[in-house]
Each structure stands twice: as structure tokens, then as C-alpha cells.
């Protein structure tokens, strides 16, 4: 599978803030994998807590600045960190700064 992600349009996150491109979805594979995409928030946005009982992510930020929650814990993340939150853990995100956090 080739995904040139220039092609692919941005779509409304289900947390009702934010906006992502899916590379890939459960459809697209046989394995156990629910999504690879690229996420952004603008300054301002959050996503509200929320949690998956069966998906596990991973977070690479590349731009901006926030602060997960995370079993209410507090992570700030910035450029280059990377952030996992394991299935069934509550979790919520906020921005920092005038800079989208993507």
C-alpha cells in the first residue's frame, strides 16, 4: 500500500475538538490496528476526557505545546515527545500557547 498523505483531507476528530488525517484504518489491515493518522489542534482547542476500553495510542508531537491528563496525571508535551496511553485509561488534552499542536 502506497498513502501519499497530501491526498488525504482532513476530517473532524471524534472528540469534538481538533482535526485529523487517517492513513489507516481498521478496514485496511488484518491485524489488530484501529488507526494511523495525523492529528491537529489549534490553539485554544481540547479534547475533552475520554477513553478507549480496547484501542492503546501513541502520541508523536511535532509541533506545539499541551498537557495530557492521563489517569490523572499531569504530562507536558512538547516537540519530539512521544506518549502512550494503554486501552482503558482516561486521558484528555489541552493546548498550550498560540501554536497548533499537531
Not at 481540547?46 to 491528563?69: A, C, R, T
Request: net charge negative.
Amino acid at each position: 500500500m502506497n498513502i501519499n498523505s497530501n491526498e488525504i483531507e482532513f476530517e473532524s476528530s471524534a472528540h469534538g475538538a481538533g482535526v485529523k488525517k487517517v492513513f489507516i484504518n481498521s478496514l485496511d489491515t488484518a491485524t489488530k490496528l484501529t488507526q494511523f493518522a495525523y492529528g491537529k489542534l489549534l490553539a485554544g482547542e481540547n479534547v475533552e476526557e475520554h477513553m478507549h476500553p480496547s484501542m492503546e495510542e501513541f502520541f508523536y508531537i511535532l509541533k506545539g505545546d499541551g498537557v495530557y491528563v492521563i489517569d490523572h496525571s499531569l504530562v507536558k508535551v512538547s516537540p519530539g515527545v512521544i506518549v502512550q496511553i494503554p486501552a482503558g485509561i482516561t486521558h484528555a488534552l489541552s493546548t498550550v500557547g498560540s501554536t497548533p499542536l499537531e
